[in-house]
């Protein structure tokens, strides 16, 4: 097997980001619950994709390119960090943006703009419609001489699943520091790359401890993301290989894909007022209500030292209002 810190990978985020017990919540709910914060990663509001961009800038620069696609829709929390982290690389970011949600300047949008991306609305439900725009778009930029790199929604390719894989590494040794074993790691999947690299990563840094995905969208991610985990694993040249319930997929859509659930805001709202932190109500507020639903129906009994994979996504905070 290969080390994940010998693969070409560029410094992007400020890590390792904290992992500590949240007394209050585990006080209320009778359980040990750990955050490990990605939403403190050091670069805009934070958020997961900057692990991955580690990995997939440095294969764009590796390879010569200039210039960055990637897409998502208009809230786009993956977009926005590729922006942030192409800018500070000196490479120019294009985002064809699924013209759905808030489309208005608000949120990741106004961030998008100060970090100097170039947003263009596609108006298409389909990714493959906007792929195919970014292969055109591309080919024009290649009539003047330049290199794109083309990321897929949300950064989820093996690739990119290796900085889930180097997340439970950092947190591995913090559980270690802080005298704890950990029990189970929880964390949205949006498109699966986190989850992939959450569960190869389990495998090989937390071997016998379970990881659960909170679906905050309908993707099959019971194939999807063992699929992706497979793939990463190929990439450190090590086995993959699935046990009985080393991974499972929740789902806590409410009534679809960032759509904010009236049943989530009193549980943001106290993990806000009771240990400070901000969830967003598109993947990390879905999937912390729905952690703490599983934990209230026992399905943590028997396990301590629940983990909760903080995956950022704040902005959405100032795009859309919590509903009740
Ligand atoms: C993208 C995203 C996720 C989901 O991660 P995937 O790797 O796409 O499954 C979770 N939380 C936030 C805030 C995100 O932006």
């Known amino acids: 097997m290969k080390d994940i810190l010998s693969l070409p990978r560029l410094p992007l985020g400020v890590y390792p980001t904290p992992f500590y017990k949240l007394e209050n919540i585990s006080a209320k709910y009778g359980k040990n619950i750990w ?7 050091g ?6 994709k900057v692990r991955k961009l580690e990995f997939l800038l440095a294969d764009a620069k590796a390879q ?25 690389l000196g490479m120019q970011c294009i985002l064809p943006l699924k013209k759905r949600g808030v489309t208005e300047h608000k949120g990741n949008l106004i961030l998008d703009d100060i970090y100097g991306a170039q ?8 990714y493959d419609d906007i792929y195919a725009e970014m292969d055109r778009m591309s080919a024009e930029l290649a009539k003047e001489g330049r290199k794109a790199y083309h990321i897929p929604v949300g950064g989820s390719t093996p690739l990119g699943a290796l900085g889930y894989v180097n997340c439970v590494r950092e947190f591995t040794a913090q559980a270690q520091d802080a005298g704890i074993q950990i029990g189970h790691i929880v964390s949205a999947t949006g498109s699966g790359g986190t989850t992939a690299g959450l569960l190869l990563g389990a495998k090989l ?7 659960t995905g909170m679906g ?16 990463a694993a190929e990439l450190l040249d090590t086995p993959f290989e699935r046990t009985p ?19 989530d805001t009193p549980y943001i709202e106290e993990l806000a007022r009771m240990e400070g932190i901000l969830l967003d109500p598109v993947y990390t ?6 952690m703490l639903k599983l934990l209230q129906e026992g399905y943590f009994d028997g396990q301590d030292n629940i983990v909760f994979v903080h995956t950022g996504g704040a902005a959405a905070l100032f795009a859309m209002n919590l509903p009740r």
């Open 285 to 290: 507020g879905k999937a912390w209500t729905g």
């Open 205 to 211: 840094y937390q071997p016998g401890v379970k990881v």
């Open 64 to 88: 010569g390119c200039d210039t960055v696609f990637t897409t998502g829709g208009a809230q786009s929390n993956h977009a926005m960090l590729t922006a942030a982290c192409a800018a500070r």
């Open 43 to 48: 670069v805009a509001l934070g958020g997961n």
């Open 119 to 126: 947003v263009k609305f596609i108006d298409t439900d389909k």
């Open 245 to 263: 319930d080393d991974f499972q997929m929740v789902y806590h859509l409410g009534q679809g894909y960032a759509i904010p659930n009236a049943e």
């Open 35 to 41: 955050i490990k914060r990605d939403d403190l990663c």
């Open 216 to 231: 905050v969208d309908d993707d099959p991610f019971e194939e999807i993301v063992p699929t992706l985990a497979a793939g």
